[in-house]
């Protein structure tokens, strides 16, 4: 089955510091692999998604994510970390089996000044 | 190109009472999915839809609560005689057919609180 462990429930930073966010999957098939940011009170966005084209993949505002098959991850990072950044983010996977995105618990990031 | 919608935004009801909460999915897209967030805790996975079919239920609690997605108009989960452990935000999700690499597009949410 597959899964997705993001580590630290709550990362803080430094405006203009790097912003690093966790995220490592289970999947026994190749997956799809996303990130979403969510907003206090609103839905979910894309930030970015891998699809087996580059493993390198570059998003909305800044953001980027690796997908590391080696080591079953897919880090969000951004190398200066604006106060508009601050909002939950969760990474999510799908498989070839199935349609069905599942989440990451989410990581709060907080963006001090 | 209307994005997910869902209404009402927030909602307000009884212990004992019935919540309909309903997702009209982008145009063109087939395919709706609930998801149920709690604090802390992410999302959960509720059931998946494709017109007229219920496709996967199984985070769908086995009481109280139902879905569909009929051929005409929204989708709608409702949950019957509320508990206060109901109280979550409620994103619906859409996506087009038979596209295993694209995201699912996401509503604001139902915030449901019971009373």
């Known amino acids: 089955a597959q899964s997705v462990t993001q580590l630290g429930s709550h990362v803080s930073v430094s405006e203009g510091a790097l912003v690093l966010l966790r995220c490592n999957y289970s999947?026994?098939?190749?997956?799809?692999l996303f990130w979403y940011v969510q907003y206090p009170n609103q839905g979910l966005q894309l930030l970015l998604k891998?699809?087996?084209?580059?493993?390198l993949v570059k998003g909305i505002n800044g953001f980027e994510a690796e997908f590391k098959k080696s080591e079953t991850s897919f880090h969000l990072t951004k190398p200066s970390a604006h106060m508009s950044d601050a909002a939950e983010y969760f990474c999510?996977?799908?498989?070839?089996?199935?349609?069905?995105?599942?989440f990451g618990r989410g990581t709060s990031l907080i963006v001090h000044p | 190109n209307a994005g997910v919608m869902q209404n009402p935004r927030h909602l307000v009801r009884r212990r004992g009472q019935e919540a309909r909460l309903r997702c009209s999915p982008m145009?063109?897209?087939?395919?709706v999915y609930w998801y149920r967030q709690l604090p802390e805790e992410g999302l959960k996975f509720m059931v998946y839809?494709?017109?007229?079919?219920?496709?996967?239920e199984s985070g769908m609690p086995k009481e109280r609560f139902s879905a569909e997605f009929p051929k005409e108009g929204p989708s709608i989960l409702r949950i019957q005689q509320v508990v206060r452990g109901d109280s979550a935000a409620y994103f619906c999700?859409?996506?087009?057919?038979?596209?295993?690499?694209?995201?699912?597009?996401f509503g604001q949410g139902t915030r449901l609180t019971v009373v």
């Open positions: 999700a859409s996506s087009p057919p038979a596209a295993l690499n694209t995201e699912a597009f």
């Open positions: 999947s026994s098939v190749p997956p799809y």
């Open positions: 891998y699809t087996s084209a580059a493993t």
């Open positions: 999510a996977v799908s498989w070839g089996g199935s349609y069905i995105p599942t």
């Open positions: 145009k063109g897209h087939s395919h």
């Open positions: 839809l494709q017109k007229e079919n219920i496709i996967d």
